[in-house]
């Protein structure tokens, strides 16, 4: 079995796992020591192995929601891993793919995909299956999976999904609601092998930031949204369920 560290570390570490081969570019597992933010920069740099590879967070930061070990529990995790004691949890990606008349790109998020702009008011048409649901006008529309409705969904107002429900949600941001322009001001669960299509007219003026980060797509027209057949693997301790994670995160 192959192994890389990812994020902040000791390099002694290393000799906690000399039965194992570090190797960065084909690894079986990935430790993650830090927060969500390096969890989620460890899961986007191994994409093109999601389905071979698994990934383990060691908590450093402050904000751990996918971190089910902490730091001094490193042996611990190694050892849980090694006897197969541990938890693996699959989580459902979002798969995307935007458009403008030049060119189309594909891609996969954890969290969230979001189209945003706060300074100019936006246009969004919103389709379902290829059929105009609205035309939303505000600051901006995210779409998140179960993994992400705990995120920035979450601050929007967004509802928090079971991950073992197969679904993706919609959820606005400052929408324009009043006698001249309505939006549906409410998050949209949909089900998995929906069709979900964002398209805008203000393409110089809106950002598209996938898992937080500003995704280099320049001018985007059109962007495809579904519940993808890619999974991401997280192993977390055998008794640990999602509700204990949002109970630690938001009720602690």
């Not at 793919?97 to 998020?109: C, H, P, S, V």
């Not at 945003?116 to 105009?132: A, D, F």
Request: hydrophobic share 40%; proline share 2%; aromatic share 12%.
């Amino acid at each position: 079995m192959k192994y890389v560290f990812y994020g902040k570390y000791e390099e002694k570490l290393k000799e906690k796992l000399s039965f194992l081969e570090y190797d960065e570019k084909q690894p079986d597992l990935v430790f993650s020591f830090g927060g969500d933010g390096t969890m989620l920069g460890a899961i986007h740099k191994y994409m093109n192995i999601i389905d071979e590879v698994k990934f383990i967070g060691i908590k450093t930061g402050n904000l751990g929601f996918f971190t089910d070990f902490e730091y001094d529990e490193f042996e611990k995790a190694v050892a849980m891993v090694a006897q197969k004691e541990c938890k693996e949890n699959k989580y459902r990606l979002l798969e995307f793919t935007i458009r403008n008349k030049e060119k189309e790109e594909k891609g996969y998020a954890v969290n969230e995909v979001s189209l945003i702009n706060p300074i100019h008011t936006q246009i969004i048409e919103v389709c379902i299956n290829g059929k105009t649901f609205e035309m939303f006008r505000g600051t901006g529309m995210l779409v998140s999976p179960p993994t992400g409705s705990t995120a920035f969904n979450k601050s929007l107002g967004g509802s928090i999904l079971d991950p073992a429900i197969e679904a993706f949600q919609l959820t606005e941001f400052a929408a324009l609601n009043n006698t001249v322009y309505n939006a549906i001001s409410s998050p949209i669960i949909l089900s998995k092998g929906t069709l979900l299509t964002l398209k805008t007219n203000e393409s110089k003026n809106i950002y598209l930031s996938i898992d937080g980060r500003e995704y280099n797509f320049k001018d985007v027209e059109e962007i495809d949204i579904r519940l993808s057949d890619k999974f991401v693997n997280i192993i977390s301790k055998r008794d640990t369920i999602f509700w204990d994670r949002v109970k630690k995160a938001f009720l602690k």
